[in-house]
């Protein structure tokens, strides 16, 4: 083969082949970074805030690669929820470590912030860690509490940006009244908020009015239209329940069932393609679902026994979601249309959890709509309306087209 039609394939293909090594479209920031032979950080002493999903595009972790970079010195590493390794499940409290003689410390530990005797000594904090896109993961909440001491104490602040799983066209959900702010609800923006992690620290640089010296090293090769599989990288469960990309994305409607009574098969090896309770009709709510005829999606009825978590050795009816279109569904609309056929069908069982069920739906309204019978449509007339004002007043945050 000769080499212009070599590349030419390749090109076609998304990749390029260099050393004997398959390389992804999508440069991350630690890719650049590493092109770049870390010349932003030298002669700087170095926090990195990362995990398992700080990877180059050869599978090497940020973490060794910063080890051995040239002048630059790794005095500390931090680690998010679900540990270094990415292994813990949620809500486990993750102790502090050690990594080839570099200390670890947890950020979801007794500290969910970097404290002052972590950050000693440190020129800049550096973040490289995979989102999932959307609102209430706790990940960009460590991203802001972060960016939040790094500008208290004086230092740089460096993203190294990745993709949005979930492309960044869209958004779906009401932005987070500002009365609101929890661990897993922190940013005014909406559930799906179609942001990169670097865009996010940009934004709440300036919406909280930080001052934070913040670089955002951006990737090359992405587009907001870019979803996944577009990509070409290989996809690393960010934790352990989310464990494709499809589940990332069905996690931005689905995973609003955690305020509520139903699973969402958490335990099994699907954890939220599937929901469901053992009081719930599955093959009744499937069929209601289905004849929305949302876009992009099928339900189809289910049977499930999670090992572990919510209902844990119990059978639960419930519904699987079939992803037809990725690019199409959307699903915090099919969590709003599920809840409001489980307030009609299983009125007596289904029990929103009220005091959490801001923190993922954006706010305190949605109790008083759903207890009055507000239709599942004027509802999302709501939401709809609250990501398309958001569309518009973050387009001064974007890095990307």
Not at 123 to 131: N, Y
Not at 155 to 167: A, I, K, Q, S, T
Not at 361 to 376: C, H, I, M, Q
């Amino acid at each position: 083969m000769n080499q212009i039609l070599r590349k030419s394939l390749f090109a076609a293909l998304g990749l390029f082949l260099a050393g004997g090594v398959l390389y992804a479209q999508t440069e991350s920031g630690l890719d650049v970074l590493e092109s770049q032979n870390f010349s932003p950080l030298r002669g700087k002493k170095v926090g990195l805030l990362c995990n398992h999903t700080a990877l180059d595009r050869r599978g090497r972790p940020a973490a060794e690669l910063f080890n051995r970079a040239p002048g630059v010195e790794l005095k500390a590493l931090f680690s998010p929820e679900h540990g270094f390794s990415g292994r813990l499940q949620h809500g486990q409290p993750i102790p502090d470590d050690y990594y080839a003689g570099v200390p670890v410390y947890s950020l979801y530990g007794k500290t969910k912030r970097p404290t002052a005797e972590m950050l000693r000594d440190l020129d800049a904090l550096v973040f490289d860690i995979q989102d999932v896109g959307a609102r209430f993961y706790t990940y960009i909440a460590t991203l802001g509490y972060a960016l939040e001491e790094a500008a208290r104490h004086g230092l740089e602040f460096y993203v190294l940006d990745r993709p949005n799983p979930l492309g960044g066209d869209v958004a779906e959900g009401e932005p987070l009244a500002e009365d609101i702010r929890h661990f897993t609800a922190y940013y005014s923006i909406p559930t799906r908020h179609g942001l990169t992690v670097g865009e996010i620290a940009q934004w709440h640089n300036a919406h909280a009015r930080l001052g934070a010296k913040l670089t955002v090293v951006r990737m090359k090769g992405w587009k907001r239209k870019n979803l996944w599989k577009d990509t070409g990288r290989r996809f690393v469960p960010p934790s352990p329940n989310i464990r494709s990309p499809k589940a990332a994305l069905l996690y931005c409607g689905i995973g609003a069932f955690e305020a509520t009574n139903v699973s969402v098969a958490r335990g099994t090896k699907t954890p939220f393609e599937l929901f469901g309770a053992p009081w719930m009709d599955g093959p009744r709510l499937a069929d209601r679902l289905n004849a929305l005829a949302l876009p992009g999606i099928k339900f189809k009825a289910a049977r499930f026994t999670p090992r572990s978590d919510l209902y844990a050795g119990l059978s639960c009816g419930g519904v699987r979601l079939l992803v037809m279109d990725e690019s199409a569904v959307r699903p915090v609309d099919v969590f709003i249309h599920a809840v409001c056929l489980l307030r009609e069908l299983h009125a007596a069982e289904f029990q929103p959890r009220w005091p959490e069920m801001p923190y993922v739906v954006g706010s305190r309204d949605f109790e008083t709509l759903y207890k009055t019978g507000e239709p599942a449509d004027q509802i999302l007339q709501r939401l709809h309306a609250g990501a398309a004002e958001f569309l518009k007043t973050r387009l001064p945050y974007l890095l990307y087209e």
